[in-house]
């Protein structure tokens, strides 16, 4: 290889390795640092976003809709652009062999570095999936894919630590010894499933040629970005408009009369798995609902369901994996909520 083209590939991959330090340190990590003082102190890291103060979501309405759609937008945009930056970014400067070299292997060092590469990145679930596009574009095996998208919000730390703090360590406990088998056992399982002669990118167009000079490699980021965009955030924009009007459908009213019925732990399971939240979005909200009296199962299955997936990251990856898949994981998704209620429940948690 010549020394030059080693050179700018080096030269671009120290770019993207600064774009990210950088970017997450003002995004996430940062941020989160004084957060988690505010939950040591206060036991509380903000209202519920789901029902607010109140014991319900609001009746469905294009002011519900707009209402959550705001909140939901002002917390999330910076992660966001991000995530589109540094999905662009893994297609535009960082070569292909690099990629598939550390995370296009389908056994299980991939899954265990996607995984591990993920809980620096701290993001909820939809702007972790601009990331996994890009991934995904770049060769890495579903696996480690899997591993790093679900990782990005059951691994995050900082949300382990608020859980901590503001539910109690039994519930932080309970969430990463699930979690662990979650992202590390469904990427493991997104590698078996996976057929071995299909195309990494089902519906995507061919990888772009490796830039060659500065202008080409900003000319590539800038179109990979506007592509991303373009593709990504209108379905995007119009589902979590669509679960904001229906969250009170959701997520009904609730109180101590709900118990620990297995009813509410397989339904809040569901509800949960298909809800767009922000990070960390999951504590305020299950403890606004134990102050109310939901039953631990019902909340410990929504601390479990919550996070990982949505039926928005789902709808922005289904170009990235085949269907199936993304119905398994989801299905798994939920069947990990309803456990993480029955051990809540045979622990005796509070």
Known sequence: MPAASQTSRTARFLVFVLLAVAG?????????????FTAAAQHSIGHSILMGDASSAPAPSWSAALGYALAYGKAI????????????????????HWVARVLGGRGFNSVLAGGLLAVPG????????????GLRRHQAAPGAAVAFWLGNTMLNPATLIFTGFVLGWHWTVLRLALA?????????????????????????????????????????????????????????????????????????????DMGEAWIWIVALSVAGMLFVIPTA??????????????????????LMTLPPV????????????????LVTIALSVVGFGILAGALAMWLGMH
């Not at 966001?80 to 970014?89: A, Q, R």
């Not at 305020?284 to 299955?301: D, E, R």
């Not at 949505?310 to 898949?325: D, I």
């Open 77 to 96: 945009w910076q992660a966001m652009v991000l995530g589109l930056l540094l999905g662009s970014g893994v297609q535009a400067l960082l070569p292909v």
């Open 310 to 325: 949505s039926l928005p990251s789902l709808t922005m990856l289904g170009r990235s994996f085949p269907l199936r898949l």
């Open 122 to 133: 701290m993001m909820c679930t939809c702007c972790a999936a601009p990331v996994v596009v």
């Open 180 to 256: 662990v088998p979650m992202v590390f056992g469904l990427g493991q399982l997104a590698n078996r499933l996976a057929e071995p002669g299909r195309p990494i990118a089902l519906d995507l167009p061919p990888a772009e040629p490796e830039p060659r000079t500065f202008v080409e490699v900003v000319m590539l980021w800038a179109r990979i970005f506007v592509r991303m965009t373009l593709r990504l955030i209108p379905e995007y924009v119009i589902i979590v408009l669509l679960l904001g009007a229906t969250r009170a459908w959701m997520f009904p009213p609730i109180g101590p």
């Open 24 to 36: 997450l340190f003002y995004v996430k990590w940062h941020p989160y640092y004084g957060r988690a």
């Open 281 to 302: 979005g999951e504590v305020p909200i299950v403890q606004a609902m134990l102050a109310l009296g939901l039953g631990v199962g019902p909340a410990a299955a929504l």
